[in-house]
């Protein structure tokens, strides 16, 4: 069983700048591919980036593409997604989760096997 747990989160203002992390805890994290995803109020989870296993890959939702990365250190078992020139519509509670390496590209939520316990971002105006 693989356990992630997602740290960082935080208030900033809008066109500022937030590094989430997401910490695995389990065996051969290397061995999945990692999803970072988004939930606001009232609205279903979505995709907004991947990182493939050995992170050489990366892929984003249109709106963040140019302003969010995706990196990953698998020496420290963590991800990373930097997040640059937030907006009041980035504001959400962010997860990583864990998905099969075959998985690269969009990741539907059903492909994730294992799930963070989330951290809000609230971008303010």
């Known amino acids: 069983q693989v356990q992630l747990v997602e740290s960082g989160g935080g208030l900033v203002q809008a066109g500022g700048s937030l590094r989430l992390s997401c910490l695995a805890s389990?065996?051969?994290?290397?061995?999945?591919?990692m999803g970072w995803f988004r939930q606001a109020p009232g609205k279903a989870r979505e995709w907004v980036g991947t990182?493939?296993?050995?992170?050489?890959?990366?892929a984003y939702i249109d709106s963040v593409k140019g302003r969010f990365t995706i990196s990953r250190d698998n020496a420290k078992n963590t991800v990373y997604l930097q997040m640059n020139n937030l907006k009041p519509e980035d504001t959400a509670a962010y997860y990583c989760?864990?998905?099969?390496?075959?998985?690269?590209?969009?990741?539907?939520?059903?492909?994730?096997?294992?799930w963070g316990q989330g951290t809000q971002v609230t971008v303010s105006s």
């Open positions: 989760g864990a998905a099969s390496p075959l998985y690269s590209g969009r990741l539907p939520t059903s492909s994730v096997n294992y």
């Open positions: 990182i493939t296993n050995n992170g050489g890959s990366t």
């Open positions: 389990g065996r051969a994290f290397s061995s999945y591919s």
